[in-house]
């Protein structure tokens, strides 16, 4: 397996994991909660790069035919995006523990706070969608790590190191 | 170099869109009317301590409850196409 399909794969992970502890604040505590998400948002940035070349690839191609299921797709990643920055602002403007901390106070407006619980929500659904449309990936790059996967080359194993998958 | 223009890309398009959110959410006064909470301060609603104090981690339990149910509900609905579009002649899918 390719040394960047690790690196996807162990970045995804934890992303999950981050993504697990942050939509529970209520356990981790609000400053956890905080600093986690901002870091979150730099391995989304990472996991963006990690697949530049689809990005550009489908965004060149979208309008071409035949391409309906990752249209789909596309836009479902335009939409986890987008509420991926709501989240972050809306959570930035309400902030307690790291505004506070690198000394700034923001204008209280308490449609944040109902913008960062519903954007919080969404974020759940999408990320379903999200990891069931990789989900033949994930288990295949999870045999593979794990030694039981290497005789036997599925269509998704064979796809493993492409770039660009359309 | 290539690498830092992309990481540009990127975050020249996140700060486009949430500079159209924050423009739309009129933000700059409160509309709750409540006067801001003290530094550090939970609000005076919250039924919880900011701080963690609950033990099983229930939250985590809804999140991956309600993901699966979204994935499953995709899946259903992707096999239910597919089997609407088997319905079509075979002579019109490429390879058949
Ligand atoms: C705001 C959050 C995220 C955005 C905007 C995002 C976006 C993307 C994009 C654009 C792609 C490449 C296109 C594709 O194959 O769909 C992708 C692939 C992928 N993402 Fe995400 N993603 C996010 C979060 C996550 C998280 C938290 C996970 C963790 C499970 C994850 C797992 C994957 C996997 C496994 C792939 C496929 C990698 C491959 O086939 O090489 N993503 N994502
Ligand atoms: C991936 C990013 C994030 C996710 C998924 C997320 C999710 C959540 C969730 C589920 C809640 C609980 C809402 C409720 O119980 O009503 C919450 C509350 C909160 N979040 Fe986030 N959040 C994220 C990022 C952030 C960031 C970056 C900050 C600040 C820098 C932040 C600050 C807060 C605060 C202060 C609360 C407590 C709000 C209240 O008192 O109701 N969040 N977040």
Redo the contacts between chains.
Sequence with gaps: MSKQNVTKYLLDISTFVGF??V??????????HEWLAVALGGAV?VH??LN?NWIVEITKRLFTKGLNGTRANYILNWLL??DG??I??SGI?IS??VI?ALGL?L??????RS?HDLSANIS??????H??QH?SWIVSTTKRLLGRGETKRTPALAMDDRQVKA | MSTLYRILVILVVATLIGGLIYAAVGSGNSTSGLPAPADGQPRPEDGESPEGDSVLPLGVLKSLVIMSIAGGAYLAAGKAISRKKSLTPKSLIPNH
Excluded: K
Excluded at chain 1, 23 to 32: E, K, N, Q, V, Y
Excluded at chain 1, 124 to 129: C, D, E, P, R, V
């Design positions: 697990l502890i939509m529970d604040p209520r356990t981790s505590g609000l400053a956890i940035l963006l790069l530049w995006f987008i920055i709501l972050m602002l403007m307690e523990a506070p106070t204008p209280v407006n308490m449609v944040w913008l759940l659904i999408l990320m379903g969608l990891i069931t989900w």
